[in-house]
């Protein structure tokens, strides 16, 4: 027997009884005739002590850091004892040990505060691993699995596996190929997510399927996203969407009683896609913190029910003919940054910097200082009037103290630098705390996105989305063909709601989901409004739609992006920490170093000719 405990196992109760344990050596610290090592497994720390005898023995034999090391003695009490270690009040006193592995010498030091950079620990990632901290992220990432588990096996969810090696399903990013050797030419797609499988389980009868599953996205990557990532996938038949936010409002629930202790009682607030974006700028609205946005003008068409604090928008807005920085700007968006009227023009400047970069691509920003005494300071004192400048500020709903950020340009554009600044804001102020969390959902996102570049319609969540049933008709009786590009919000598509629904927790989407088209003649009218013919539909999609001919069940679901979802429970954004073996911003394991290339014997086999010029 290698032991009879673990290293984070013993306490003062277990005083007088003999051992054997085996780890990882943590340190070594001599004192004259005595050594004291201390032992590291996954389970925790415990002080083995050498005394005289043994010493001479270890001296022969030095064990080095992360040497593996099995020792047998008996439980003692500690005399210095260290109540930052559970197993603080107890050593073992050493009888006999035996090196069983030697380690060479880390390139970093396995301790919480390590001294190696992101690249070394990646390429080490086996290393990295055992650190304390990267050790509970994983140990947190399993307990999401087992609770998302137990909660969906407790409802009657089935774990049903779909495979890998698939044909090329279109979800709006681009597929990894994988060559087929036996059918030289040709290519399998790894799913990107199993959408139409768990679609076709609903129609062969398995009305409740889940999987924790690999996806494959071969985007470009941003600083959080990963090529290959996990989703807790869910279906379930003869639902309809308040069915699917009952159930899965639970299951989130359950997951944070489960791992966080957190016991959320009320039910989850529910917001609009369109009152997101009208009051944050955004469709995953960050709640914990306030700073709404603020819609001094804006295109009608976009929210056809809103209005302007300060009345008329467009070209009637008070805020047009005084010559200002707002006179063509289609959206006019403000924030009120609460007690930070005080900011010097450095820091304004800077704040205008910070909008001006190319991603977000503002030309400019206007701020207004409202004194705590109550009188302005603005960037627009030339162009408005006081009453003009109040009715801002009062429309803003700022206070005094607050300072209020002014973004204008183009619809899109602003909305996305205004939320961005918000968010941006928050941060600085401290207001985005990662111990609070806010859960919502968000519904009723539009069926149907404007993508500039081809001039037509893309699904915004995927093709098999169903819209509002009572708007199934504006679909069947109009054509989806954009005529004029700029005019597409007057498009009756634009309008067209569908059944679909995030969660939204701490300002990220960490799921996602919606009803599903389920008749046939829908689904080949929603391909056809995004621009597939009857051939084309047959070619990608003709396995759905021979399905559905063969009564299929009407039918939902969601998935849930896990990795993020252990992200934010742990504290943070970066989801690379909770994934045992990541990949690296540029899409390598660095361990691995793949991808890499293959040898000629493969490429042949496969019927693949690499034109390495470019490589
Ligand atoms: N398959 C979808 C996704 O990956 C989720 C869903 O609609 O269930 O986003």
Known sequence: MYRTNTCGELRIINKGTRVTLAGWVQTVRKFGAITFVDLRDRYGITQLLFGEELNKQLEQDPPGREFVLQATGIVNERSNKNPNLATGDIEISVQSFKILNKSVLPPFSIQDDTDGGDELRMKYRFLDLRRNTVKKNIELRYAVNRAARNYLHQQGFMDIETPFLIKSTPEGARDFVVPSRMNPGQF????????????????????????????????????????????????????????????????????????????????????????????????????????????????????????????????????????????????????????????????????????????????????????????????????????????????????????????????????????????????????????????????????????????????????????????????????????????????????????AYDMVLNGNEIGGGSIRIFQRELQEKMFAALGMDKEEQQHKFGFLLNAFGYGAPPHGGIAFGFDRLCAILGGSEIIRDFIAFPKNNSGRDVMLDAPSVIDDKQLEELNITIQRKNI
């Not at 199934?472 to 954009?482: C, F, L, Q, R, S």
Request: hydrophobic share 35%.
């Open 188 to 499: 399998y797609a790894l799913p990107q997510s199993p959408q139409t499988f768990k679609q076709l389980l609903m129609v062969s009868g398995y009305d409740r399927y889940y999987q924790i599953v690999k996806c494959f996205r071969d985007e470009d990557l941003r600083a959080d996203r990963q090529p290959e990532f996990t989703q807790i996938d869910c279906e379930m038949a003869f639902v309809e969407q308040e069915d699917i936010l009952d159930m899965f409002e639970g299951m989130i629930k359950f997951i944070f009683k489960e791992v966080k202790g957190i016991e959320y009682t009320e039910t989850l607030p529910r917001m609009t896609w369109e009152d997101a974006m009208w009051n944050y700028g955004n469709d995953k609205p960050d709640t914990r913190f306030g700073m709404k946005v603020t819609n001094l003008n804006f295109p009608q068409q976009a929210f056809p029910g809103k209005q302007s604090p300060l009345g008329t928008v467009g070209s009637e807005s008070p805020l047009r003919g005084a010559g200002g920085p707002f006179d063509d700007a289609e959206t006019v968006l403000a924030i009120a940054i609460p007690g930070c009227s005080e900011y010097s023009r450095k820091q304004t400047d800077e704040l205008t910097e910070w909008v001006k970069r190319p991603q977000l691509g503002m030309k400019g920003m206007v701020f207004i200082k409202i004194n705590t005494d109550g009188t302005y300071k603005s960037s627009i004192d030339k162009f408005y009037n006081e009453n003009r400048i109040k009715a801002i500020v009062a429309a803003a709903r700022a206070e005094p103290g607050d300072l209020i950020l002014i973004l204008a340009g183009a619809e899109e554009r602003t909305r996305k630098a205004t939320s961005e600044l918000r968010m941006e804001m928050a941060e600085r102020l401290g207001l985005r705390k990662n111990t609070e969390f806010k859960l919502l959902w968000v519904l009723d996102f539009p069926l149907f996105e404007y993508n500039p570049e081809a001039n037509r319609w893309v699904a915004r969540h995927h093709p098999f989305t169903s819209p509002k049933p009572e708007q199934i008709d504006t679909m069947i009786h109009n054509n989806p063909v954009i005529q004029n590009a700029s005019a597409y919000l007057d498009h009756p598509y634009a309008g067209i709601k569908a059944n």
